[in-house]
T-cell receptor
């Protein structure tokens, strides 16, 4: 079975550039999450969707971050403009329903120089 | 105060030892709790759910103490392959918004 698929796996970009991270959740899962993980802050929830609708984006750090889910099989997280402090691992995850197991993608390792 | 707090460690234990991690949560309305395992440079994966009555899966035992608002994970007979970071997870009181602890790093030494 295909798990959560993220791309790119690794990205190095210059400060000020736009970064787009992509995610394909597990088919049939109604919830999609975007997390960011750093050594200092651990795993932070940025935003989550239920049936393609954003439910809670209170974790999005600032207006430079935006996320969309145009359909049940695709989501993007965009950072524009990127800054060095955005360097982190960004995980996309999905789950079947409330309080069920959350399945993570392998992560997108972002470095902004 | 963070919703879910845990000691980041590291915990260095010899092979065969028993090790326990605790995790405290601040939201008394939280209903669901989990332990996830994360290997170095990998994604988190569910280790086990935590049930009110406590539950066991092989060498792993999870417990919930609602009165004191903490959950625990006990690993018996530690193996080298248990070396990983263990993330405590709690929900926000019924909604599908869960909070991860920062993780406790375990290193099992030969």
């Amino acid at each position: 079975d295909a798990g959560v698929i993220q791309s790119p796996r690794h990205e190095v970009t210059e400060m000020g550039q736009e970064v787009t991270l992509r995610c394909k959740p597990i088919s049939g899962h109604d919830y999609l999450f975007w997390y960011r993980q750093t050594m200092m802050r651990g795993l932070e929830l940025l935003i989550y969707f239920n049936n393609n609708v954003p439910i809670d984006d209170s974790g999005m750090p600032e207006d430079r971050f935006s996320a969309k889910m145009p359909n049940a099989s695709f989501s993007t997280l965009k950072i524009q403009p990127s800054e060095p402090r955005d360097s982190a691992v960004y995980f996309c995850a999905s789950s079947l329903s409330r309080a069920s197991t959350i399945y993570f993608g392998e992560g997108s390792w972002l470095t902004v120089v | 105060r963070k919703e879910v707090e845990q000691d980041p460690g590291p915990f260095n234990v010899p092979e065969g030892a028993t090790v326990a991690f605790n995790c405290t949560y601040s939201n008394s309305a939280s209903q669901s709790f989990f332990w996830y395992r994360q290997d170095c440079r990998k994604e988190p994966k569910l280790l086990m759910s935590v049930y009110s009555s406590g539950n066991e899966d092989g060498r792993f035992t999870a417990q919930l103490n609602r009165a004191s608002q903490y959950i625990s994970l006990l690993i018996r007979d530690s193996k080298l392959s248990d070396s990983a970071t263990y993330l405590c997870v709690g929900d926000s009181g019924g909604y599908q918004k869960v909070t991860f602890g920062i993780g406790t790093k375990l290193q099992v030494i030969p």
